[in-house]
């Protein structure tokens, strides 16, 4: 299967994912003028916009990540539909936060949701890696490490947040909202090495092209 197909028909199921977040996000509360409708669901929007930034901060990454790789075989595929099963449980896990007002249990669902998503991509991104075979010949060795930890990383915030869920649960929320922060805030350290890969990538008739 070529390189093409696999994103088509992963951009298809993030679209999907995206848009089911917003299904359950329903007006509550009879006898209550709008504004009061719109305060009563206050914590459903809250985990709505998380869970949708959530979702496309994994979307750019699986973009990135596909840019650096150059071809696939059946075993990045499986992992490549592991990853995606696992987004698509998403919505479910958003809702669990929604329905109990985001107790200790709905959190940690929610964090182990997160945590699954990026060691299953850590494991991808791992195995196109091996023995370079792939990703693309010119892409950087350095590249290969730094994309892993950034992959890792995250890891470990959801998991203290899991770990705080039974006590401060909206620290663990917060925590949850620090990730796509890190990558959505202007970040010259993460662009620069970003497009450091790129550039080492480029032929010189590409440079010429772009010039």
């Known amino acids: 299967m070529s390189k093409g197909r696999l994103e088509a028909f992963s951009d298809g199921v993030f679209a999907i994912v995206i848009t089911l977040l917003i299904l359950d996000v329903r007006p509550e509360g009879s006898g209550l003028t709008g504004w009061q409708m719109f305060a009563h669901d206050w914590h459903k929007i809250l985990i709505f916009v998380l869970s949708f930034v959530m ?33 698509v449980f ?16 709905a959190i940690r669902i929610y964090g182990s949701t ?7 991509g850590a494991a991808l991104w791992w195995y196109a890696n091996l023995k370079r ?19 890792t990383a995250p890891m470990l915030i959801y998991g203290l947040a899991i770990a705080l869920a039974s ?23 993460l662009e ?9 990538m480029l032929t010189p008739e590409d440079s ?3 010039g």
């Open 90 to 105: 998403i919505p479910y896990a958003a809702a669990l936060m929604s329905a109990s007002h985001a107790d200790a249990t």
């Open 133 to 151: 075979r792939l990703v693309h010949s010119t892409m950087p060795e350095w590249f290969a490490g730094f994309v892993l930890r950034l992959q």
């Open 167 to 189: 006590w401060q649960r909206f620290v663990s929320l917060a925590l949850f909202a620090v990730v796509p922060a890190f990558f959505i805030l202007p970040n010259p350290w």
């Open 55 to 87: 979702v496309g901060v994994y979307w750019i990454s699986h973009h990135h990540m596909m840019h650096f790789i150059a071809a696939t075989d059946r075993t990045l595929l499986w992992f490549n539909l592991s990853l995606l099963l696992v987004v």
């Open 192 to 200: 620069k090495r970003i497009s450091g890969a790129r550039e080492a």
């Open 114 to 120: 997160l945590i699954l998503i990026n060691l299953i």
């Open 208 to 210: 010429i092209g772009q």
